[in-house]
C-alpha cells in the first residue's frame, strides 16, 4: 500500500488474509485523511472484507466522494458488497385526502361499471339457456340446486326455529302485561314473511353459498383454468356462473318458504305453551291479519337477495390477484360485501314498500 498526492495504490489481493494488516498500516498513515482517489489497477483479486477496507478509507477521507480506478469487473464486485452503494429509498409523500378521496372514487366506479357488465353478461347468457340448453352441462342446475338448495335445509330450518322461538318469547313477556296474547300471531306472522324470512336466509345463503362461488372461480383463475376454457371457446359466465344463477333463483324462495313455515311453527310452540292459546285461533288470527301482498313481498326480496348474492360473489371471484393468500381475501370480501348489500337492499324494500 503506498499514498502519494492524495491517491492510495493498492496491489495484489484484497482478501481477509491481507484487509487486516493493510487496515493496521493505514492507520498509522497520518495523510490517511486526505485520500481522494483510491487506484486498485494492480488489484488481482477481492473479497467483501476488500470490500469492507475501501468503505473504511472512504469514510476517513475528508474528500467526497473518494474516486475508485479499477477495471469493471472489480467495480462490479465493489458495487455488489459496498454498503455504500446501497441506495436509501425516498421516502414517499404521503397523498392528501382530496387524492385518497379521488382515488376511491375512481375505484369505486370502476368497480360498478365493471359489476354492471358483468350482470348485464349473466342475465344475457341466462335467458339463452333457459331457451336454448344446447350449450349447457347436463344436471349441472340440480347439482347446484343440490349445493345451494337441498345441503342448505337444515342450518337454515334449525335457525329459522330458533329466531321464531326467540321472537316469540321477547314479545310474548310484553304482550303478557296488556292482555294482547292472541296479537303474539300477527307479529310473527308479519316478521317472518315479510322480514326476518329472507333476510336471515339470504345472510346464511351468502355465508354459505356465495363464499363458495367465490371461492371456486378464484381458484379457477389462479390455476388458469378459466383461460384453458376461453382457450376452448367457452364461455365461463356460460358455463359456470348461469347454472348457480338459474339454481339459487329457484331454491331461495323454496328456502325462504321453508324458514318462514319453520319460524311461524315455533311462535306457535309458544303461543301455546307460554299464552295459553289454542292453536286454532293462533292460526285463524294469522289467516285474518296476513295477505297475499305480505307472501309476494317475502318471495319477490328472496329472489333479488339471491341476484345480489350469485353477482357478488362472482365478481370477486374474477377479481382475484395473488395465490392462495388472494383466493382467501376475495372469499372474505365477498361474504362482508354480500351481506351488507342484503340488508342494504332489505332496507330499501322497506321503504319502497311503505311508501
Avoid at 14 to 23: A, D, F, G, I, W
Avoid at 132 to 155: D, F, P, T, Y
Avoid at 289 to 295: A, G, Y
Amino acid at each position: 500500500m503506498e499514498i502519494s498526492k492524495k491517491t492510495i495504490y493498492l496491489e495484489d489481493n484484497l482478501t481477509k488474509e491481507t484487509v487486516k494488516n493493510l487496515y493496521t498500516n493505514f492507520k498509522e498513515r497520518p495523510d490517511n485523511i486526505n485520500i481522494q482517489k483510491i487506484d486498485l489497477n494492480l488489484v488481482q483479486t477481492i473479497d467483501s472484507a476488500g470490500v469492507a477496507f475501501l468503505d473504511i478509507i472512504k469514510d476517513t477521507s475528508h474528500y467526497q466522494p473518494v474516486l475508485i480506478n479499477a477495471d469493471q469487473n472489480l467495480l462490479d464486485t465493489i458495487d455488489t458488497f459496498s454498503v455504500k452503494s446501497e441506495k436509501i429509498p425516498e421516502k414517499k409523500r404521503r397523498p392528501g385526502f382530496f387524492e385518497n378521496f379521488g382515488d376511491s372514487f375512481l375505484n369505486s366506479t370502476n368497480s360498478f361499471v365493471a359489476s354492471l357488465y358483468l350482470t348485464a353478461d349473466i342475465f344475457y347468457w341466462t335467458l339463452r339457456d333457459l331457451f336454448s340448453s344446447k350449450h349447457r352441462r347436463e344436471g349441472s342446475i340440480i347439482q347446484q340446486s343440490i349445493l345451494i338448495g337441498v345441503n342448505a335445509v337444515g342450518i337454515i330450518g334449525l335457525l329459522s326455529f330458533i329466531i321464531g322461538l326467540i321472537l316469540a318469547f321477547q314479545s310474548s313477556a310484553q304482550l303478557r302485561q296488556i292482555g294482547a296474547n292472541i296479537y303474539i300471531a300477527d307479529l310473527i306472522g308479519i316478521s317472518m314473511v315479510r322480514e326476518m324470512g329472507p333476510m336471515m336466509t339470504a345472510i346464511i345463503v351468502a355465508g354459505r353459498s356465495g363464499s363458495a362461488f367465490a371461492s371456486e372461480i378464484a381458484t379457477m383463475k389462479i390455476s388458469e383454468e378459466l383461460d384453458a376454457l376461453r382457450t376452448m371457446s367457452i364461455n365461463p359466465i356460460r358455463f359456470l356462473v348461469v347454472p348457480k344463477f338459474i339454481a339459487i333463483t329457484i331454491c331461495m324462495p323454496l328456502l325462504v318458504t321453508l324458514a318462514t313455515f319453520l319460524g311461524i311453527i315455533a311462535g306457535l310452540l309458544v303461543a301455546v305453551y307460554y299464552l295459553n292459546l289454542s292453536a286454532v285461533s293462533y292460526i285463524n288470527e294469522m289467516f285474518n291479519f296476513l295477505t297475499i301482498k305480505d307472501e309476494i313481498i317475502g318471495l319477490s326480496k328472496s329472489i333479488f337477495f339471491a341476484w345480489v348474492i350469485v353477482i357478488i360473489g362472482v365478481y370477486f371471484g374474477f377479481k382475484v390477484t395473488g395465490g392462495a393468500e388472494g383466493v382467501g381475501k376475495v372469499t372474505t370480501k365477498s361474504v362482508v360485501v354480500a351481506i351488507f348489500a342484503v340488508i342494504v337492499l332489505d332496507a330499501l324494500f322497506s321503504l319502497f314498500y311503505l311508501i
